[in-house]
């Protein structure tokens, strides 16, 4: 009878806090204390939260899709073009360092010449679905899986790109623009 009794306490106080802290939580959200504005970082509790949902959806969701195109050289060079067209104005490119619109970020998006090659399915899903409140769009919206990957080989080569190379296949993306 004991046992049954130190039970029950165990679970009232169980609810009581998750009580508690669901009501703390809707104060929070509700106070308006917390804020959003992209001109103000998240503190660093907030932001490795963050990271860590978003570091840890991602890989839930990559790891089935499997890698396709990254080595073609004809589909590394219609993903530049694509990616100068839609991309290098958040993420950069090779002698590209700045860009008005990446200023006003927060999080800053990678810079993807220089930063570390991501697996080809991670970029993939990136591309395709987005990541919510950082302005990275879901292109799977506006663009087919085919035309995601050509963009994905080229994201695979630019780190190792030179700014020459990479100024040729923006100049034939401003030419096929004309």
Request: net charge neutral; proline share 4%; with cysteine.
């Amino acid at each position: 009878m004991q046992r049954h009794t130190s039970n029950k306490s165990v679970g009232l106080i169980l609810v009581c806090a998750l009580t508690v802290a669901a009501l703390g939580g809707v104060a929070f959200i509700g106070s308006g204390v917390y804020n959003i504005g992209a001109d103000d970082h998240h503190t660093e509790v907030v932001l490795a939260i963050i990271e860590q949902l978003r570091d840890r959806s991602i890989a839930a969701r990559s790891n089935s899709i499997e890698a396709r195109y990254t080595e073609d050289p004809q589909r590394i060079a219609i993903g530049a073009r694509r990616y100068a067209a839609l991309c290098v104005g958040c993420h950069l490119a090779p002698g590209v360092t700045k860009s008005a619109i990446r200023q006003g970020l927060y999080p800053h998006p990678p810079n993807l010449a220089q930063g570390d090659l991501q697996p080809a399915q991670r970029a993939f899903w990136i591309v395709k679905h987005g990541i919510k409140m950082s302005a990275m769009p879901a292109w799977g919206k506006t663009l087919d899986d085919e035309t995601i990957w050509d963009v994905v080989a080229f994201l695979r080569k630019m780190p190792d790109m030179t700014q020459d190379t990479y100024q040729q296949l923006a100049q034939l993306h401003s030419q096929q623009s004309d």
